[in-house]
């Protein structure tokens, strides 16, 4: 069996649709004829929590990943200079890695089974030796979150300098792609794993260049393309994306009813953007000019609030950073407030309180909270008591975590860019059904990617997934879950 898994991070249908309109693609073209092409649901659409839904089939709480940063709670009990003993609360974080990852994920699944596997820059495989079967993988690791590139191979090593997590997103995926047809000129494997850190990275750079295919765009394109023609004798290839990106006119901040009350949604910078957004409109300027281009845009970057933790640099987060969390009070995700959903709260009563703040505020109208445990079910969730935030009306209200003051309001109106819900899969090969099918109206999950992909491989699915897959499965469900436990951490 020879099985092929290209991830494309933030490939959403539209892009697709673009890039097949503009861009001369016949393999791309060849394989969604003759295959199945869905829209993929990933709630909360962010990069290490999809990836790894994507690759176990499981939700968070089975698979243990909430978004780019763990927190861990620390308790300190101590006695006060009157022996009187008190107790603190306190949060250390750090980057999620592949020890976190409590689920089999396919490649690690393949590798037990002993299928030759190839995985590169598959996220949360750093370090090494925290991926759960590696006797028959061929890992180059990836660098979304991580501190450096590693491989477990040393005939690997010479391959290293094409995996550079420093360059441009343009220049990173074509290097990426050159370094993968080297390796398979020259070894060959049953399972060939790589994920490109496009459309994502460049996305959120140049949003008019990568919904619009523009020059670099097209470049890569091409790259794909050609990349694809020698996998078109293969039993299987798959397409998938963790998440889409698109284009919000209406943002509603959550925070605001929480932090400031009422009064301060009538801020001048609100209105401001709201102006400009639709004189841009009217004259009909393309919106990168005024994401990228306008004094406002570039004031409101400058002011824009990014948590300290943000400015470390990697290897100084891993080694870990400690923060009161009763200073904060309660946290989202420090990563990147634009693209996180999960909301870290100190206490049950401090989280039933803000919900209820919530639900019973205007913001509301746009903006959904519930509690992870009533979203998702397993037994690996975060250490403080969470809850994700959900937009109400996907296609075009999304979540802005502001907490600077200026920038602040219930529902603002300006043309950004962000992550989506719908990302795209596109299966082909062996045991697809419905050939040359494109249905993006009723999208499958993330969860059903892992299940297909072992079932392409002739393997059984762990038992205790939570998707379907749509190639038809070998024999029952397996307690590769067992074998799981073993894992070193
Ligand atoms: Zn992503």
């Known amino acids: 069996m020879k099985v092929l898994v290209l991830g494309l991070d933030g490939l959403s249908p539209q892009i697709l649709k673009n890039a097949l309109k503009k861009v001369d693609l016949p393999n791309l073209e060849k394989i969604i004829k003759k295959g199945e092409t869905h829209s993929l649901l990933s709630i909360p659409p962010v990069t290490p929590i999809e990836w790894t839904s994507i690759a176990t089939g499981v939700n968070p709480a089975k698979h243990g990943i909430w978004g780019f940063t763990k927190l861990i709670k620390i308790i300190d009990e101590r006695k006060d200079a009157n022996e009187k003993s008190y107790k603190k609360i306190t949060a250390k974080w750090r980057y999620y890695t592949s020890k976190d990852v409590r689920f089999p994920r396919f490649f690690e699944i393949s590798s037990f089974k002993r299928k030759n596997t ?82 994502d990275q460049a996305f959120h750079k140049d949003p008019d260049e990568v919904l619009n295919i523009r020059k670099r765009s097209r470049n890569i394109w091409e790259e794909i393309d050609s990349l694809l023609a020698f996998f078109l004798n293969f039993d299987n290839i798959f397409i998938v994306s963790d998440h889409g990106l698109a284009a919000y006119r209406k943002y509603a901040n959550p925070l605001v009813p929480i932090l400031y009350g009422n009064g301060y949604e009538k801020n001048m910078f609100t209105i401001a953007y709201t102006i400009v957004d639709k004189l841009s409109l009217y004259l009909k300027i393309p919106f990168r000019l005024i994401i990228k281009k306008t004094l406002i845009r570039k004031y409101f970057n400058f002011l824009r609030y990014r948590n300290e933790l943000y400015k470390l640099n990697q290897i100084e987060a891993f080694t870990g950073y400690e923060s009161e969390i009763e200073k904060i009070g309660f946290s989202h995700d420090m990563h990147d407030p634009a693209d996180v959903w999960t909301t870290y709260f100190l206490n049950d009563e ?7 703040i919530i639900k019973n505020d205007e913001v509301s109208k746009y903006v959904d909270i519930k509690k992870c445990e009533e979203l998702f079910n397993g037994i690996y969730f975060p250490d403080f008591p969470s809850a994700l935030f959900i937009p109400k009306f996907f296609n075009d209200t999304y979540l802005d975590f502001s907490r600077y003051p200026f920038s602040l309001s219930r529902l ?10 719908y990302g795209t899969f596109i299966a082909y090969g062996r045991g697809i059904k419905e050939k040359g099918k494109i249905n993006l109206s009723s999208p499958l999950t993330n969860y059903d990617v892992s299940p297909t992909v072992l079932s392409s491989l002739g393997l059984q699915i762990p038992r205790g997934i939570d998707g379907k897959g749509i190639i038809e499965p070998i024999g029952n469900p397996f307690p590769y879950d067992i074998a799981m436990r073993i894992k070193k951490i």
């Open 118 to 199: 190839l995985v590169i820059n598959y996220p949360l495989t750093w370090p090494i030796e925290g991926n759960w079967n590696t006797a028959n993988s061929d890992i180059i690791s990836d660098t979304l979150i991580s501190p450096r590139v590693e491989t477990n191979r040393d005939d690997l090593k010479k391959f290293l300098k094409y995996f550079d997590p420093g360059l441009n997103p343009y220049d990173k995926t074509i290097s990426y792609i050159k370094g993968f047809e080297k390796i398979i000129e020259e070894k060959s494997y049953e399972l060939y794993t790589i994920i490109l850190p496009f459309p």
């Open 350 to 356: 401090i989280r039933d309180e803000i919900i209820k």
């Open 412 to 421: 603002r109106l300006d043309l950004r860019t962000n992550h989506h819900i």
